[in-house]
């Protein structure tokens, strides 16, 4: 049981953790270009510093139970930090190869792809407008991949593209498992991350000058 919102059905209280996270979300671009390191010593510290955030809360949630609260995750729970993992991935060398307008473009065809998985594998089905707004999204995801444009550019774009299925299979699973909380999943994607990138990170880069180009 959360300690910080109420038990129950409420809508609103969906929505508006939607719209925070969304708008948190919008600022992943701007930080990771403004950050003057490798990506991968970006992806090392930005795992390691929220593993240990989350993970602080999930204690402060559970107490005694911790141990408990992430046994019951269970293999639905280590899918969810797999594709949580590999989408964060791929979307900060998305950001890094090419625009964070045309990564936020095909991002916003993961209500189609999400509901696609839903329908495919729970059986739900989406209203028309969410299916028509997401087909619009998916039209404009085939007229970026422009093939005269640089390698790195459709790579990047490719990235882009396979973080957004990653985050709706992840979704999809969350969906399914309403019952358990699945915090604990997502403080394990955090840590697994710079466990992944640490053979090719360098996380002593990392210093005051780190943000040189704004004091610029």
Same mark, same amino acid.
């Given at each position: 049981?959360?300690?910080?919102?109420? @038990?129950?059905?409420?809508?609103? +209280?969906?929505?508006? /953790? *939607? !719209?925070?996270?969304?708008?948190?979300?919008?600022? $992943?671009?701007?930080?990771?270009?403004?950050?003057?390191?490798? *990506?991968?010593?970006?992806?090392?510290?930005?795992?390691?510093?929220?593993?240990?955030?989350? %993970?602080?809360?999930?204690?402060w949630?559970?107490?005694?139970?911790?141990a408990? $609260? @992430?046994?019951?995750i269970?293999?639905?729970?280590?899918?969810? !930090?797999f594709?949580?993992? #590999?989408a964060?991935?791929?979307?900060?060398?998305?950001?890094?190869?090419?625009?964070?307008?045309? @990564? %936020? =473009?095909?991002?916003?065809?993961?209500? #189609?792809?999400?509901? !696609?998985l839903?329908?495919l594998?729970?059986?739900?089905?989406?209203?028309?407008?969410?299916?028509?707004?997401? /087909?619009?999204?998916?039209l404009?995801?085939?007229?970026?991949f422009?093939?005269?444009?640089?390698?790195?550019?459709? &790579?990047?774009?490719?990235?882009?593209? =396979?973080?957004? &299925?990653?985050?709706? %299979?992840?979704?999809? &699973? +969350?969906?399914?498992?309403?019952a358990?909380?699945?915090?604990?999943?997502t403080?394990?994607?955090?840590? +697994?991350?710079?466990? =992944? @990138?640490?053979? *090719? $990170?360098?996380p002593?880069? !990392?210093?005051?000058?780190?943000?040189?180009?704004?004091?610029?």
């Amino acid at each position: 049981m959360s300690k910080c919102f109420p @038990v129950g059905n409420h809508p609103w +209280l969906g929505s508006l /953790l *939607i !719209a925070a996270s969304a708008t948190a979300y919008s600022t $992943a671009g701007f930080f990771t270009r403004l950050i003057d390191l490798d *990506i991968w010593t970006v992806l090392f510290w930005r795992g390691l510093f929220a593993g240990l955030f989350i %993970a602080g809360y999930v204690i402060w949630e559970n107490g005694r139970e911790t141990a408990a $609260a @992430v046994r019951a995750i269970g293999a639905r729970g280590l899918w969810i !930090a797999f594709f949580s993992t #590999f989408a964060t991935i791929c979307f900060l060398n998305a950001l890094r190869l090419t625009t964070v307008a045309e @990564v %936020a =473009v095909i991002n916003a065809t993961s209500p #189609f792809i999400t509901g !696609a998985l839903a329908w495919l594998f729970l059986g739900e089905r989406e209203r028309w407008p969410t299916v028509v707004a997401s /087909l619009f999204a998916l039209l404009g995801v085939i007229v970026m991949f422009d093939p005269a444009a640089s390698r790195d550019h459709l &790579i990047g774009n490719l990235l882009a593209l =396979v973080m957004t &299925i990653s985050l709706a %299979a992840m979704l999809v &699973i +969350l969906r399914h498992s309403r019952a358990t909380s699945m915090l604990p999943a997502t403080c394990l994607s955090a840590l +697994l991350c710079p466990i =992944v @990138v640490w053979p *090719i $990170a360098n996380p002593g880069a !990392a210093s005051g000058m780190t943000f040189r180009h704004l004091e610029q």
